[in-house]
């Protein structure tokens, strides 16, 4: 690194870094099977519980109305059904409990759209099995109206069309089986409001977006294993997220103060974790495996260079005046082995507030309340040239392992194993203040974005600035680029 951008660095750093998150507790949960392997729970009533006869059809719903709020509802074994209509679901009230003795299964029999839903509080689910249920696109079967509080726990969430799971504002989910759902294992998304103090720890989540949405609708964006959405605060740990036919984990649009550690994340058909328009990350300490292969593949084959990562930050990054347990996006003490690439970080030029290339429609970054204001020539001067963009900006890379060996990733086209720090030519609209390569000089050089101390094993390439840039270790070290002091490449020592 040279000693301007050292000054710079640390400047920067004690500016504005304050330290993350609190360290992993001793009793973290360790991500392994959940799917078929829940414990036997609720196995019989607890006292003053209202039992549910599955030999009645409807009969969860007639209880659950007729009982007042607060009410325990105990399911025994057996396979229970709804009425045989689309609209047939069970309307909790604040504070309802629902219990699944071993072998309960609630099942929407490819009829019902939903299985929970409206608004009520404090609803607790435990122990059922809730499958064939037959959400629209972009709507959920448990929680399907994000009601606030809900914690769902040793719930296997399994088959369903649309998302196993909406998720509300201060929502557990723990110890759960979410797989083989039709578009997502959980969609966290309101319409109306941010979703605040989401928890997301030690679940199954696996083989989700069976119906392929990103092929039924090119460019949706609408696919993974969990999609967030302008949620704020969110606790993703402990988890074992694989075999999604897209990407594991999908912060898309004003997502805020992730904390996402301890997660063993492996063979999703793209990225592990996809950090869109976002702010304020912590990943740490966990393990990527096999990400990426099948969108590597497919891009490469079609002639496509862009560094296709196992973690993708897209106009996401760090920012004091949004307020979160850190600053930064922090990338850190990860394990990375044998995905398609490593981390990229990206930053369209022509993708702003208000810009017609900004695919999520009507929205603006946190820092403009009102979009309209992003637009020439105001846009043209501070602070709006600063604050209509997302930046990728304060983006820290260290302490990592990256393993990569092509034969084991199935690469022949080159384009695997990149590590990438890059933008595009700005060109469009006509009155954008970021044409040409202006964002391509503040990504590389001027916000803040370092890769140290990280260790390597095997072919890594370097990408710097655009796509055809492509470095080796030695160049992504050296002036101008200045990346990656301290780090090791096959067990040589680093001099720093």
Known sequence: MS???????????????????????????????????QPLVNTTAPAGAVTVDAAVPGDLYRKSQESPPGTTFWLPAGTHKLAADPFGQVIPKDGDVYLGAPGAVLDGQGINRAAFTQQAKDVVI????????????????????????????????????GAGIMAGARQEVRHSCLRDNGQYGMNAYRSDSTITALIVEGNEIAGNNTDDWETRSPGCGCSGGVKFWVVDKADVRGNWIHHNHG??????????????????????????????????????????????????????????????????????????RVPARTHLIDIYDNTFEDNWSGVTAWENADRFCNSPANTSINTCTKLVADRTQCSAPGIESPPLYDDCRWKTQLVEVHDNTFRFDPARVGCTNGNCGKMALLSNWGTYPSWSPYQGKVVQDAITHDQGNYWFSNAYYGPWKFVAGDTSRILTAEQWQSTPWDQDNCASFDDVMPHC
């Open 247 to 320: 990407a594991g984990l999908w912060a898309d649009t004003d997502n805020n103060d992730f904390l996402i550690e301890n997660n063993l994340i492996e063979d999703n058909d793209a990225e592990a974790l996809f950090y869109e328009i976002s702010y304020n990350l912590v990943f740490r300490d966990n393990v990527l495996r096999r990400n990426s292969l099948v969108a590597g593949k497919r891009r490469g084959d079609r002639g496509d260079n862009f560094p296709v990562a196992s973690v993708y930050l897209s106009e996401s990054g760090g920012d004091s």
């Open 3 to 37: 000693p301007i951008r050292s000054i710079l660095a640390v400047v920067l750093l004690a500016a504005l870094v304050v330290p993350p998150g609190p360290a992993v507790a001793a009793d973290a949960v360790t991500p392994g099977p959940v799917c078929d392997h």
């Open 126 to 161: 435990r122990g059922l099995t809730i499958q064939n249920f037959v959400a629209p696109q972009d709507q959920g079967v448990v929680n399907h109206d994000s009601g606030e509080h809900w914690i769902i726990e040793n719930t296997t969430v399994q088959n369903n069309k």
